[in-house]
């Protein structure tokens, strides 16, 4: 399709235009390798009118898995980008479109409650658009209960217990049927459960741009698989001011924790990753960078430093687990996704 035909709209005469997201519906206008676009970004579920004819390219992120009390860190959510494909960017005609943004997954679990199940509603969900759907980050394990196995999702969630399998791996998002236009990112293994002899570490999440780490060092936790890293994703694109230079990152993986009472959490994945919780000294890692940092604990008060932290708003970052035998700990439920369509203007 021709620049004029973009501009124009290929039905002749009617200006190619997208309204609805962020900003009022207007979006913003930025300049990315000397060409300029308009940026709309869906923090929650809406619609997208177009008028015209014309093409775009769209991120879609699924939501993060949440991470568990004594558990698993949660998988970061699946990305989507459409236009990252053989087939670049896509066309789209004149109409409305839903916009879902999938919600993080649900933690579990507390001192006084640490037998419990985990299920799909602790996966993140999936965000879509234009018939694309990026699924969420599974869920990290349980450590005891009737079942307690971290789900696969998008990218796996981390795991709490020696029992098989050791480790599970997500499947990155399905592109649409003959698709080209779409490159899907996704696909990692959560960390698995390590007794070094003296202490455990429990699994961080995978993320959407790598598996989680794993560690012998009882004096950290396990950090979070880093998430993906979209160049064109600037905070200046999604926010209309800031940074112009840096390509956020997307889905990163949730920390995890160990047993060791002065342990420092791990950090949650760039991407928006939770923190996992810390011992009573050291307290929690360092959340996951990302369009909302994931977060080091729950509940803002340094005092309970043994709560894990939750993954960053509309990033797709996994949840952190908390450590166990603290009466204060809590895990951190994933963040949201999010959705960002731009056009030259």
């Known amino acids: 399709m021709s620049m004029m035909q973009m501009l124009l709209g290929a039905g002749g005469g009617v200006p190619f235009e997208m309204s609805g997201g962020n900003n ?59 236009g990252g494909g053989t087939g670049g960017a896509k066309t789209i005609s004149a109409g409305t479109y839903n916009i879902v943004i999938g919600q993080g997954g649900d933690t579990e679990g507390d001192y006084s409650n640490q037998s419990y199940s985990v299920d799909a509603t602790n996966d993140g969900g999936s965000s879509t658009f234009d018939g694309y759907t990026a699924t969420g980050g599974g869920s990290g394990s349980g450590s005891s209960g009737s079942n307690v196995q971290p789900r696969p999702g998008a990218n796996g969630g981390g795991k709490a217990d020696y029992s098989s399998p ?68 600037t905070l200046k694109a999604l926010t209309g001011t800031g940074d112009n230079t840096t390509g956020l990152y997307w889905g990163g993986g949730g920390g995890a924790h160990s047993n060791y009472a002065y342990a420092q959490g791990g950090d949650g994945g760039a991407g928006g990753g939770g923190a996992g919780g810390g011992g009573a000294t050291n307290g929690p890692g360092a959340g996951g960078s990302g369009l909302n940092q994931g977060r080091g604990d729950p509940t803002g008060l340094a005092s309970n430093s043994t709560s894990a932290g939750d993954g960053g708003a509309n990033t797709g970052g996994g949840g952190g687990a908390p450590m166990l035998h603290n009466s204060s700990g809590v895990g951190g439920v994933g963040g949201s996704g999010i959705v960002i369509i731009r056009y030259v203007v």
């Open 166 to 233: 050791a480790t599970v791996t997500g499947t990155a998002p399905a592109l649409p049927g003959g698709d080209t236009h779409g490159a899907s990112y996704g696909g990692y293994t959560g960390g698995s459960w390590i007794n070094n002899g003296t202490y455990y570490i429990s699994g961080a999440g995978a993320g959407a741009g790598g598996s989680a780490s794993t560690t012998q060092d009882a004096s950290s936790g396990s950090t979070g698989g880093v998430g993906k890293q979209i160049a064109w994703t």
């Open 24 to 82: 009022n519906g207007a979006g913003y206008e930025y300049t990315f390798g000397g060409t300029t676009y308009r940026v709309h970004t869906f923090l929650s579920n809406g619609t997208l009118t177009v008028t015209g004819e014309g093409e775009y390219e769209a991120l879609l992120v699924g939501g993060g898995g949440g991470g568990h009390y004594n558990g698993g860190g949660g998988g970061g959510g699946g990305v989507i980008y459409v």
